[in-house]
Every structure is written in C-alpha cells, then in structure tokens.
C-alpha cells in the first residue's frame, strides 16, 4: 500500500511517518514544502491513499490561510479527477472550522472541497476536526501551549498563563496516527466522513501547567507521577521529548560505608519506591523486621544468603540466591531478615518496597538473628 503524505514534514507528518514506516508492506510517498508540482502529480499516480496534512496555522501573510489550506486542497483533489483514479483521503481539519476568524474559514472551506471530490469520484474522505495534538516534535513557542510549557519548563524559561480555567481538549499524537492507520487497514467500522479521536482529554491551563512542573520536580524528588495511562502518560511521554540532552541524566545521592553503598532510584506515589545496594564479601545488611511494610529483593550480580526469623515462634528460613540464576526473595511482616554477601566479589542487589520509606514511621525494628 503506498500512501501520499503531504506536510510529511510537519509535527503530524512527521510522526505518522515514522509510524508507518514501520509496518511492512506500506510504501510513504512524502510532500512537503520543498516538493513541486511534478512531485505532487507523480506521487498521485502511484498513491492508493492520500493523507492530507499540509496546512498552515500562524502564517506571516493572512493570505496564505487561503492559498495553502483551500487552493491546494482544491489542486490536490483536482488532480486526482484528472487522473482518472479513485483514491480515499484522511484530512486533518481543526475544531477552528465552527469560528469566524481566517484559519478556521479556510479549513471549512477545503472539507467542502474533499466532500465535493467525494461525491464525484465516488471514494470516501475522512475529515478530522482535530483539537489541540499532543506529542514528540512539535513546534515550540510557535502555535502550541503545550509544546511551548514542555519546552520552556524543561529549560527554566518562566511560562505566561493568562488564564488559568481556560479549558483546553487534548488528543495524543499516537491515538492519531492509530485512528488513520485503522481507516486505511478496514478496521474503522464508522461509516461517516467526519471522524473523532478517542480518547481525548479536558485540561485546565492551570493543570496543565501544574502537570507539566511536576514532571521536572519529580527529577528531583524522584517522585514520579502516575504516568502508566491516559493524560498524565502522554503529557509524560510529549515533557520528556523536549528535554535538553544534558538533562537526559538525573544525579542520584550515594550513601557509602564501610558495608557498601545505597542508592534510592525510583519512588512512586502509590506504589513504593526503588533502590540497589551494594556489600562486600562477608558483609551482612539488614537485621530488622517489618509489621507491615514488605519488600522484593533482586540480586543482580554476587552471590546471597537471606536469613529469616519469625518475631514470635523463632522458626528460621534461609535462601541461597546469585545473579546467575534471577529470583526474588520477598520479606514478610513479622519475620526479621538480613543478606549476607557469601561471594568472593561485591554483591549489588535491586530492592523495590510497596511504600516510600518515611522516616517519622519508618516501621523498621533492629532485630538480631
């Protein structure tokens, strides 16, 4: 399947390229603003799909609402009549479609363009009002608020919010591009021209901004947010990609003694936190029990022993475990354990506990086994 992409070089283009262009068996015939005329007729001649994304939002000339988002709509539909070729198309339209200013105009005026092309040709168009996008390389301090909080906050360059409870709807890019790859492969049962993406989300310019910071500070903190699904992981995912390259580290604090170092790496709201330590042959850590707080060790290189006693019955346990062989060695509340490094080499053992240790009740009790 070969599908024609104009504004190939755009922050859509550019993602639904990428995309595509990992699945086999589609060929992307690219058109941006270098590509002429000649290009554009010869990439017809070969697209089975057309995904009409060039288009102009913040021009210098109001005059090029017209010329670049109607005039070569109407070029690119003509085009393809001409050739004789029924060829489908998904446009990227805007909500700006249903208010008075020049941008939107433009926009309403090329889906009647596509439409007309639609009933003539007897194919079917796709058009996609689509709110604020979402994602990886969009434009900053350009036409988006949210590429530009991602980009300035990332650098400490102060924002502007004029008014917080103004309410904006998101869409990611990556639901975008799913909703014209599910279009073009059949699996879209939705019969109309006019297509939504789901899901989308509302936001505050005050949350978003609020959502934005507490990305950066959770570099510090090293509290993440809940950034697994919906809103907060896309936000997540569109923050990390305007992110400077000497902030693609986050130093951590190392606290060594004699028995060798401790590193907190990771820490979550709702589900505890992360760490690794290190200990030297025949060093022994631990020596305490827990009445709730429980832990999951993972010895990553070395060689252990986990000894374990039952606070009231004195029944005791012992595991043997090396980086060798991967496992998990749990701690039960009520059982008093420690690690003993029984390698020749340093032990370096991975450590994740279901709570964020809190020193004013840190529910750890020294125990010797």
């Known amino acids: 399947m070969k599908i024609l992409v104009t504004g190939a070089g755009g922050f859509i283009g550019k993602n639904l390229t990428a995309q595509l262009s990992l699945i086999s068996g589609i060929e992307i015939l690219r058109h941006g603003r270098k590509s002429t ?34 005039d070569f709509t109407r070029t690119l539909c003509d085009l393809l009549q001409a050739s004789g070729r029924s060829v489908p198309i998904i446009f990227a339209s805007s909500v700006h479609v249903e208010k008075n200013n020049a941008y939107g105009l433009s926009k309403l005026e090329a889906e ?6 639609s ?8 058009i996609f009002r689509l709110p604020h996008v979402i994602g990886k390389w969009c434009l900053p301090n350009y036409n988006s608020v949210i590429a530009t909080f991602c980009h300035n906050i990332a650098r400490d360059i102060p924002i502007r919010v004029d008014d917080p409870s103004y309410q904006l709807n998101l869409v990611y890019i990556d639901d975008l591009v799913s909703s014209f790859y599910a279009i073009m492969v ?3 049962d939705d019969l109309g021209s006019l297509r939504e993406v789901t899901p989308s989300y509302p936001i505050t310019v005050g949350e978003l901004a609020d959502q934005i910071q507490a990305f ?9 947010e809940p950034v697994g699904a919906g809103l907060t992981r896309a936000l997540n995912a569109t923050y990390l990609s305007y992110l400077p390259v000497e902030a693609f580290t ?10 060798g170092v401790f590193v907190e790496m990771l820490k979550t709201l709702d589900s505890g936190q992360f760490s690794f330590f290190t200990a030297h042959p025949g060093v022994t850590r631990g020596g305490h029990y827990h009445h709730s707080k429980s832990e999951k060790f993972l010895v990553i290189r070395g060689n252990a022993q986990f000894r374990f006693q039952h606070i009231l019955t004195n029944e005791q346990h012992e595991i043997f475990t090396s980086g060798d062989e991967p496992m998990i060695v749990e701690t039960i509340p009520g059982w008093a354990h420690d690690i003993t490094n029984v390698g020749d080499n340093e032990l370096i053992v991975m450590l994740w506990a279901n709570e964020i240790f809190d020193r004013d009740r840190p529910d750890t009790y020294a125990f010797q086994l």
Not at 119 to 126: D, L, M, S
Not at 252 to 257: G, I, S, T
């Open 186 to 188: 059949g699996d879209d």
């Open 216 to 224: 950066k500070d959770s570099r510090t903190s090293l509290v993440s």
């Open 112 to 117: 009647g363009i596509l439409l007309d092309y």
């Open 250 to 259: 986050t130093p951590l604090v190392q606290h060594a003694d004699e028995r």
């Open 119 to 126: 009933q003539q040709v007897g194919t079917p168009v796709y």
């Open 37 to 70: 005329h000649d290009d554009l007729l010869s990439a017809l001649r070969e697209a089975d799909w057309v995904c009409h994304l060039a288009g102009v939002n913040r021009p210098e000339d109001g005059s090029e609402f017209h010329r670049v988002n109607t």
